[in-house]
Structure formats: C-alpha cells, structure tokens
C-alpha cells in the first residue's frame, strides 16, 4: 500500500461516494475506484459496503480508519518538519530580547525541546532580528506586534513587614522602604523608577542584583525590604514563597510584554510555528502562576 491509496481511503470514508471522492481528489472515478480495490486486496478484506448510490465503512474500515488518519498525520508532520529545517539552515530565526530578560532565554530553550528542527539564534542588533521581545508600560506600542502578555507590576513584601497586612498599597505610601532592585542598566529598572517618580519619590535602594531569583531569596529572609515584583512571569518554581503580591492602586502598574517583527518581513512556515508557541508559552506562564499564588 502507499499513500495515494491511503489518502484516497480517508477520502472515499470522509464522502461516502465514489464519484464525489474522486472530484474531491481532482482524479477520475475509475483510478480511485482502483486504489481502494488494491488497498482491500492487499488487506484482504472489503472496507466498504454499498447503501443505495453511496458506501459506507464497514466494520473492517472503521477498524482502521482512526489509524490511518494517525499515519497520514504523521507522514505530513515529517513533511514539514523537512521543509522548516531547510528554512532555518540557510537562515535561523534570529531574535532580540531586553537586557536581564529571564523569560526569553526560558522560552527559547523550551522552543529548542519542543522544534529541535528549527534553529534560533540571538542577536543585539535589532536591524538584523526576525522577533523582538519588549515590554512597555506607557505610551503606544509598535505596529506590527503580538501582544503575549499583561501584568500587574506588584510590590513585594516579607511576611515579617506590616505591610503584608494589607492586599493593596498606594505607591507613594512606600515612599520610605527600603528597596531591593533589579540592577541599573535594565529595562525593568528604568520603568519601575518612573513608576516611582510619578508617584513623588526616588526609591532608596539599598541592594541592587542583575537577576530577580536571589531578588526573590533575600524577599524570602525576611530583611523588611520591599520589591517590584511581576505579577506571572518572575515565577518560575512553586516553592513557598515567605513574601507577599500587594496591588498598587496608584499610579496604574502595569506592562505588556510582546512581540514584534519587521512589518515587511518575509514569513515562513518555521517562522508562524515560533510566534504560534510563543503565544501558548505565555499563556501557560500565566496560568501556572496563578494557580501557584
């Protein structure tokens, strides 16, 4: 059997006609008719019984009918999987992301996992990138763009701060905290210190480190500091947390994380499959640290 007659099968099943399957194909009724005898022959076996002027599948077709559909998935699958391996060798998908981003190396190296096929690199010259992950918290974001996520920018607070008797805080209400910060130079620093200064104050910030996982394990001795802190997508691991989320009532906190892409670019099959799994990696994020917190 090959995968003409397999396909001619599902076809002929999916229509329960002859003739209207071989339209369907754009083929002759005989040369359809013929694949289905030799595909029976070789099974030994008829698939299908007559019912007036159409056929439907026996039970030796129904038998086989949901592994076949499977096969020819499969076969397409690898079909693409060829076709999107030969775009990212004569050309990876090069993509750029913010200074201290923690989320895109994460999602590139679920990406590499789940499509090994399809190569990515990083790059810092955005003239030269296929994706750019930002985030914005005022103003208009960039055309074209994917939005991937919306978050609350939180403060952090140790269990052993009076402040985490409360759900919510002004931003102004902390003027006098001490901070501990995502270091200078970052994009996420820069926003949370115009948050700060809507609100009427330079933070007082006594510690500064690159990456927010030892942000997050100095939260957790209980120093009496406070920390901006991402509502989904600083959580990475469902250990206790000895801090608390509070929602800043005012000024409004909150980033857009995306995507964008040069509004002329050339779109490809490997290409469609990266932004489609960016989306659903987002997504996730969101789900799993809602369930966390």
């Not at 991402?230 to 801090?243: A, E, G, I």
Request: glycine share 4%; with cysteine; aromatic share 10%.
């Amino acid at each position: 059997m090959d995968i003409l007659q397999l396909k001619y099968f599902l076809e002929v099943a999916s229509q329960e006609h002859m003739t209207n399957a071989a339209k369907k194909m754009n083929i002759s009724q005989p040369t359809i008719s013929q694949a289905i005898t030799r595909l029976e022959d070789e099974l030994g076996t008829k698939l299908f019984t007559r019912q007036g002027r159409n056929i439907k599948l026996n039970v030796y077709g129904q038998a086989i009918l949901e592994p076949i559909t499977n096969a020819i998935a499969l076969l397409d699958s690898i079909k693409q999987i060829t076709e999107t391996t030969k775009e990212t060798e004569k050309a990876p998908i090069v993509v750029g992301y913010w200074k201290n981003s923690s989320m895109v190396p994460r999602l590139l190296s679920d990406f590499a996992r789940n499509y090994p096929y399809i190569k990515t690199k990083t790059c810092s010259d955005k003239d030269k990138c296929d994706f750019i992950f930002s985030f914005e918290t005022f103003g208009k974001l960039p055309y074209p763009c994917q939005i991937l996520l919306q978050e609350d920018l939180c403060l952090a607070v140790p269990l052993s701060n009076p402040l985490s008797q409360k759900d919510t805080v002004c931003l102004s209400d902390v003027a006098n905290e001490e901070f501990i910060c995502i270091s200078k130079g970052a994009l996420f620093r820069e926003k949370c210190d115009e948050f700060c200064q809507l609100a009427g104050f330079t933070p007082n910030v006594v510690m500064e480190h690159e990456n927010y996982w030892t942000i997050e394990q100095l939260l957790n001795l209980g120093e009496g500091t406070v920390s901006f802190w991402p509502r989904y997508s600083w959580l990475v691991n469902s250990s206790p947390k000895k801090f608390k989320l509070l929602s800043i009532t005012s000024p409004m906190c909150v980033r857009t994380i995306y995507v964008t892409w040069p509004e002329n670019a050339v779109t490809s099959k490997s290409k469609e499959i990266f932004k489609s799994f960016c989306i659903e990696f987002f997504k996730a994020m969101k789900a799993n640290s809602e369930n966390a917190w």
